[in-house]
DNA sequence: TAAGGGACTATTTTT
DNA sequence: TAGTCCCTTA
């Protein structure tokens, strides 16, 4: 786990240029390169390129060997508006570095003239590197290189008090967000039940993300939140963050723009230093994000954006798909790219996920297609349950394990992060190594942010947040009632926290117990910060941690996981250790939160579709594809048919992940929340292309259609019989005519339940169904089975039991669905075929 | 002030 | 089911 720790990447100071504007001080060439290099966009560089576009003699145009024609044409087409619409496999990130080279390697600009955009700090990260591999030592010149936010910060750094910042601003994260929204609606007496904070944050999220001050807010939207109060808040809420000299993340964009708005000579300085614009992702950006993109576009046009309109997974978020169906207009003479040949998915894995996505409304459209061969057909597997489905594909990566298929080349993608912990389970009972990818980050561990907080009121005795947080952490006895009169006295002189504590202690106004307490905490203060001179700050920290008693809290601690926050807490300190000083690291921080490292052995990783992205690896399974779960219901219920395309995009993002084998699974019963759940086969399963498409029985299944009823505590069931599995497959006559006898029915697929009614009927034919024996089936090329089969043998009234809900009473019929009253269960729609009479 | 019980609520997540 | 947050009680 700590090999290389999450947070050991230090980078650049973020002062380093705050002081004087390195503007047009060309970073130093390598001595290596071989030919001659005219200065940077001087006309000799230009007619050079001009003369030669990127022919072999070209310098370092080996690089360019191995393009294919649209790749080069990507990479070449440096000058103007470029958007490459690169489909998922296509060498998307090749084109992006191999471009930043090729620019770089023409001479058309110093390493630092290039503003290469990215999302995560990983992207960042390994653009870098990929650069540096091909064009060495240069990379290093390229201080413009990063995250949107990172780059925000940077420009705020040295402009911040034309923002009304000081430069040694704090960045808050959501955490502290939270808390100072709390402590606003607490001021405006608003209940925080029925108005939370977090959603406030969001909200206030949701308007920074689209590039809106508190002003620009829409009348109608501001008054939605607290009964019109939405928008003070907001008001507040930046008042309350410029005299915290603080900003939130939203802010590195929203003041950025605003810095280039209102200082043209600002804006013109950036405009001269920026000869090339690259972005990342451009699918994923905001409106926020496109307009900051915009201004500083203006000054060379040369803006090249990559992205694929079909993997726009975060809408959610703020992202604004239309940002990449508008580039064209957005800026005039665009020229467009497509990159549809695919080198990571067999055939049959590319045919399945393009034949979904087609699906969609409004994309640009590609169309991907490999060479390569077919390989296997992409399968669909149903089973009885979300625990059989874990056992069904811990089965099969056993076997393929037995196939010497490295498990770090096997992923479980998943829709929500609830699902993950019946594969957990499985696989420790299994003893199969796997691998939690996303999950809780390192420095949201509430010890982290503990030791963090310490940390920052040393370095900065204004930060009034980090002190409330730790002011009782480890308890001292500085409880509510002191920290309100601290608060008081603060409010009253205007003082930050740490002062007026150190006021108060000095004063009549405590309790004498109180008093000695913050006495000590504010000399302990004092005291580290003094030490931070002359010390290094990983050892500081360790004698902050330790004197505070924070180390000791948890020592004592007997829970099960304070061992492991110990050991946390050391690697905070071990990670410190490359930073030059503590405001560095504490920057770093900040920014830097993804927590990588961890690369742990040979595992299966187990993470969301959302997280997976950009990733990819042999062998994908794609569990839990139902109605409610994917399609996720919210995002059906709040988004309607954009949710919907959002989704089918995330199942696009899933299937393109995988290289040679692609496994989806769907379940009948689901326990969700502590309460089992019966649920639809999704309808994208419906929508891969049959002819690339298998389906498949269980083999893990004992519990249907191996014939063990009863092994895992379901009890006899009558889809163990031999009439539904028979067989290995279902192209037996009577059930042809069984299922034929179904067809051309319509069932009214609304009326409130679970999985319907979200504006999408789900009463087409589906070839998949929850029922026993429509679990499809290939006929004759041809899969089928409805989930509106033939109508019910059940009418209201009847009494029935349910394997999972006990007994019950249908209340309603549509074809072959039931709205069952359970005694136990409540009220729950199932297919007939999974209850009896009883 | 601090611990323990009851109510409540559950996507996706980067910075 | 399980984790969190708030409120009550000692």
Known sequence: ?????????????????????????????????????????????????????????SPGGAYLDGLNPEQRAAVEATEGPVLVLAGAGTGKTRVLT???????????????????????????REMKERIGAMVGEQVEGMPWLGTFHSIGVRMLRRHAELVGLKSGFTILDTDDQIRLLKQLLQAENIDEKRWPARLLANTIDGWKNRGLSPQQVPAGEGAAFANGRGQKLYTDYQARLKALNAVDFGDLLLESIRLLRENPDVLAD???????????????TNVAQYLWLRLLAQGSHNVCCVGDDDQSIY??????????????????????IRLERNYRSTGHILGAAAHLITHNEGRLGKTLFSEGESGEKVTVTGAWDSQEEARAIGEEIEQLQ????????????????????????????????????GGPRFYERAEIRDALAYLRVIASPTDDLAFERIVNVPKRGLGDAALRQIHEHARAMGLPLVEAARQLVGSEALKPKVRLTLRDLVGAFDRWREQMANMPHHEL????????????????????????????????VRSMEPFENLVGFLEHISLVMDAEGAGGGDA?????????????????????????????????????????????????????????????????????????????????????????????????GSGWGGGQSGRYGYGPSRFDEAQTFGGSSYST???????????????????????????????????????????????????????????????????????????GEVMTVEGNKLTVQFDKAGEKKVVDSFVQAA
């Open 270 to 284: 950036y405009h001269r230093r920026f000869r090339y614009i690259l972005v990342d992702e451009y699918q994923d």
């Open 604 to 700: 299966v990783n187990i993470m969301t579709l959302h997280s997976a992205k950009g990733l990819e690896f042999d062998t994908v399974f794609l569990p839990g594809w139902e109605e409610g779960v994917f399609p996720n219901q919210r995002a059906l219920d709040e988004q309607g048919r954009a949710g919907l395309e959002e989704e089918r995009r995330l199942a696009y993002v899933g299937i393109t992940r995988a290289r040679r084998r692609a496994k989806v699974f769907f379940a009948s019963n689901r326990r969700i929340h502590g309460l089992w759940q019966s649920s639809v086969p999704s309808r994208f399963l419906d929508e891969l292309s049959e002819k690339d498409v298998e389906v498949t029985e269980s083999r893990g």
């Open 98 to 124: 191999t471009r930043i080279a090729h620019i770089l390697s023409l001479g058309r600009a110093w390493p630092s003239q290039i503003l290469a955009v990215t999302f995560t700090n990983k992207a960042a």
């Open 733 to 807: 006559p009577g059930w042809q005519r069984a299922q034929n006898a179904g067809r051309g029915e319509s069932h009214s697929g609304g009326g409130g339940g679970r999985f319907s009614d979200s504006g999408f009927s789900d009463n087409r034919p589906s070839r998949y169904a929850a029922t026993s024996a429509a679990r499809g089936r290939v006929i004759e090329g041809e899969l089928i089975a409805r989930s509106s089969g033939s109508p019910s043998a059940f009418k209201r009234g009847d009494r029935v039991f349910h394997q999972k809900f006990g007994y």
């Open 402 to 437: 037995h196939h010497s298929h490295a498990l770090s080349q096997i992923a479980i993608l998943v829709r929500a992060s609830f699902q993950m912990r019946e594969f957990e389970d499985r696989f420790v009972t299994l003893g199969l190594n796997y691998r939690v990818i």
């Open 541 to 572: 920290a360790e004698i902050v941690l330790d004197e505070s008693g924070y180390t000791e809290m948890w020592q004592k601690d007997r829970s099960a996981d304070a061992a492991g926050r110990l050991e946390n807490l050391k690697e905070l």
């Open 315 to 336: 809408g959610w978020r703020g992202a604004e798909v239309d940002n990449i169906l508008r580039f064209e207009s957005d800026f005039p003479g665009a020229k467009v």
């Open 1 to 57: 786990m700590t090999a290389s720790g999450p947070l050991a990447d230090p980078r650049k100071q973020p002062h380093d240029s705050a002081g004087g504007d390195d503007f047009d001080i060309p970073f130093d060439l390598p001595a290596d390169t071989s030919a001659p290099r005219p200065r940077p966009g001087g006309i000799a560089a230009r007619a050079a390129a001009l003369a030669n576009p990127g022919g072999p003699s």
